[in-house]
């Protein structure tokens, strides 16, 4: 990998914040979740996810987030979940080849502000990467008669 992606990768990692600054008790909990039902690759992983997106089903049931960029298509080979028995609401993991890519959340609207809020600026920064920049001259400046 050379410099400028490199550079490219951190820039999208800065913009993606962690699930342990925004969600601090859910990522403790998927930590402890995931070590108890032995998974300790996935519990030292889940340290440090990003949330990258959230789902977008606009469920108010829903509180998903993916940590990887969502896939074109279904996951395929190499997917599994590793769903958890919890006091309230569902989580379940889509992991894929060892990664986590989705945390899956139900039924804890809790969640949601904090989510909504952490991903605003990520949403502002995309938007602005992919809107077209305006043509030279095309902003304060007259035409002419």
Do not use: K, W
């Not at 400028?4 to 969600?23: K, M, W």
């Not at 995931?34 to 949330?51: F, M, P, S, W, Y």
């Amino acid at each position: 990998m050379d410099q400028e992606e490199q550079g490219h990768d951190q820039d999208q990692g800065r913009a993606a914040p962690l699930v342990r600054d925004v969600l601090p008790a859910l990522a403790a909990e998927l930590v402890r979740l995931l070590e108890e039902e032995g998974e300790l690759e996935l519990a030292i992983c889940a340290q440090d996810l990003r949330i990258v997106a959230e789902c977008g089903c606009d469920d108010d049931f829903c509180q998903s987030f993916y940590t990887e960029p969502r896939p074109t298509g279904p996951y395929g080979p190499g997917h599994r979940n590793v769903p958890f028995s919890t006091d309230r609401g569902y989580l379940i993991l889509d992991v894929v080849h060892g990664r986590i890519m989705c945390v899956e959340v139900l039924d804890r609207p809790e969640l949601r502000p904090a989510l909504t809020a952490a991903l605003t600026p990520v949403r502002a920064a995309a938007e602005a990467a992919t809107s077209p920049e305006p043509a030279a001259g095309a902003e304060g400046e007259h035409p002419g008669p």
